[in-house]
């Protein structure tokens, strides 16, 4: 079945290199889904023959071990193991999260960790897996298996432990391996290994996964973001391919990954998330790292998924050596109050949405741990007696704790994410909560989503006009006095100005950078202006003429730049004048992001040290 759908290639090495080393590959397929592709490189008369058809299976093998395929699974016998790359978000281990430079899964037949965390390697040199688990505790589409023949150590043990230090960093730490061609890989395992070694690389790849990945790939990678009909479309094209929900999530997330403005972002958030975990704490200034990556991840429209993912492997596993945060104290006194008496006071409740807004600021998953604690407990209360009105109002906390996580996140959306722009739905939602977070007192629902956000030095020229503008209409639609409709119109009068903001200055800049024009004085703005005047009207960007106020903003932004860029940043950096960096954020009016990202840029370019840009921004130097 799968011989005679095989295409066999034999193909000789460069002979000035190794007189002796020639490449046999082979490929077919399982079945519908699942395809092989076998490659066997190293000494010739080793592998002249490496494969047997038996019945229903496909042997791959070599003196004293063997790989062979069934219609169902995978059977492995004698020396080597299977590897794969991590997907993102998967279980990955926090011994390998933790680490730098760790991409790939390592597992060698009969390796274990013991008790106390040391590999050890036993004489166990058997292993089988259906497919399904393949491609479920491995890589979604790729996973290679492996042996190795030529090693003259006595026992498996002995050869298993020999493999681990040939191999073992390189299967690791080698990047990008599914985008690696199988022959170039086995010609760089191959030189790791002792003369006159032949190694047998077996992988396996299941094409309905590898469909969908670049399906949604392409679909994501076009806008950045999934439409409510792409989703529905890439649901329809998963059910037919047969994906499960978790293999169809895991894709999704790892695809998310990939691309190349969210890995950086979340590579750094990482690092921070990884020295935490390794000194065991959180710090001021590791807080407000991640602080800042988690609120660029939301303005570069990042799924926040992606990051709570390595929350919940490296940030639940660090011991904080501070106290108990007052605002939880708070939260578990009162909780533990609603034990000893019916109902909560409208006071405890807007006590608790308080604890809520810190815990939330602060990411602190503490917090909700507590209420998994408190609801364990609860539940086991009422098994032992207690009324069942205290299950109610400890239910009517979480719903509003709920409406609290979905107000804050749809409003920081709003807030921080450019080109987002609300639904008359969305706004409706919003004013039901403020509806019912002033039903406890009036003015709760400004003070809990709008004053802190409203002074956060991140929140852009465009962002801040929103959010003014949003508080304002939610207002006066609950007074009557304009509709859900019309917010949501005037909201999309803001985001469309700073698309265009957004466009005009790329097309400023790139005339500037690469027709070498000029902006200094009034006769070279208005050269400048009619340019990106007839290029934009030519190619449709504008339907009329473009705003002369939006292009003297536009021009002022470029000033603050070229300034900053040519003269202050290098003083900055050459004195380490924190203060003067302060006072150009705090008085150019231009966007902390993107002062920061001009920062990144330059420190790049001139190939300075990132970890001293790390700590002006940390005004720790």
Not at 42 to 68: K, M, W, Y
Not at 232 to 244: E, I, S
Not at 526 to 548: F, S, T, V
Request: charged share 25%; glycine share 4%.
């Amino acid at each position: 079945m799968m011989v005679n759908n095989a295409a066999f290639i034999l193909s000789l090495q460069n002979e000035t290199k190794n007189p002796m080393s020639t490449e046999l590959r082979l490929h077919g397929q399982i079945n519908k889904q699942i395809e092989y592709f076998a490659t066997a490189a190293g000494c010739r008369t080793a592998h002249h023959h490496f494969f047997q058809a038996v019945d229903q299976n496909l042997r791959f093998f070599a003196p004293g071990s063997e790989i062979i395929l069934s219609p169902t699974g995978i059977q492995q016998t004698g020396t080597g193991g299977t590897f794969c790359e991590y997907m993102f978000g998967v279980d990955q281990p926090v011994s390998d999260l933790s680490k730098e430079g760790i991409f790939n899964r390592l597992i060698l037949l009969g390796a274990g960790y013991n008790q106390t965390g040391q590999l050890e390697i036993n004489e166990q040199n058997h292993s089988e897996q259906s497919y399904k688990d393949v491609f479920l505790k491995g890589h979604a589409i790729n996973n290679y298996f492996f042996f190795i023949s030529g090693l003259k150590q006595p026992t498996h043990r002995q050869i298993q432990e020999k493999i681990l230090r040939c191999l073992g960093r390189i299967l690791k730490r080698t990047a990008n391996l599914n985008r690696r061609d199988d022959s170039n890989l086995a010609e760089l395992l191959l030189a790791q290994l002792p003369e006159n070694c032949t190694i047998y690389l077996v992988r396996l790849s299941q094409t309905n996964h590898h469909h969908f990945q670049k399906e949604f790939q392409t679909l994501y990678y076009r806008n950045r973001s999934i439409s409510k009909n792409t989703h529905a479309a890439l649901q329809g094209l998963a059910d037919n391919l047969g994906l499960d929900p978790y293999q169809q999530e895991r894709i999704c997330v790892d695809v998310m990954y990939q691309h190349r403005d969210n890995y950086q972002i979340i590579d750094d958030y990482k690092k921070v998330l990884v020295e935490c975990y390794q000194q065991g704490d959180i710090n001021r200034q590791q807080h407000a790292r991640l602080t800042r990556l988690k609120a660029l991840a939301m303005r570069n429209e990042i799924p926040s998924s992606l990051l709570e993912a390595l929350d919940k492997k490296l940030k639940a596993q660090v011991k904080s050596t501070a106290q108990e945060p007052e605002y939880t104290a708070i939260a578990r006194d009162i909780l533990h109050d609603l034990l000893l008496r019916q109902g909560i006071s409208h006071k405890d409740t807007i006590q608790l949405l308080f604890a809520k807004q810190q815990a939330r600021r602060n990411h602190d998953h503490s917090f909700e741990k507590l209420l998994l604690e408190t609801g364990q407990l609860f539940d086991e209360q009422i098994r032992d007696g207690a009324q069942l009105s205290l299950l109610e109002d400890f239910s009517t906390i979480i719903t509003l704790f709920d409406r609290y996580d979905s107000t804050s996140t749809n409003i920081s959306q709003i807030a921080f994410m450019e080109s987002y722009c609300p639904t008359e739905e969305l706004l409706q939602n919003l004013l039901t909560s403020r509806q019912e977070f002033n039903n406890l007192v009036r003015g709760l629902f400004d003070k809990l989503f709008f004053v802190d956000i409203i002074h956060n030095h991140y929140l852009g020229r465009f962002g801040r006009q929103k959010l003014v503008c949003l508080r304002k209409g939610l207002e006066e639609v609950a007074a009557g006095i304009v509709t859900v409709k019309r917010l949501a119109a005037e909201l999309k009068v803001i985001d469309a100005r700073e698309k265009l903001y957004g466009i005009v200055l790329n097309h400023a800049k790139d005339h500037i950078r690469t027709r070498y024009s000029r902006y200094n004085t009034h006769s070279e703005q208005d050269e400048l202006y009619a340019e990106l005047n007839d290029e934009l009207l030519i190619r449709g960007i504008i339907n009329k003429p473009l705003d002369p106020q939006l292009f003297q903003t536009v021009i002022h932004d470029i000033k603050k730049e070229a300034l900053y860029l040519r003269q202050l940043l290098p003083e900055i950096i050459a004195n380490n004048n924190i203060a003067l960096r302060h006072d150009f954020f705090a008085n150019s009016g231009l966007d902390h992001f993107y002062i920061e990202e001009l920062e990144r840029e330059y420190f790049t370019l001139n190939q300075l040290s990132l970890e001293h840009l790390r700590k002006l921004r940390a005004g720790a130097i």
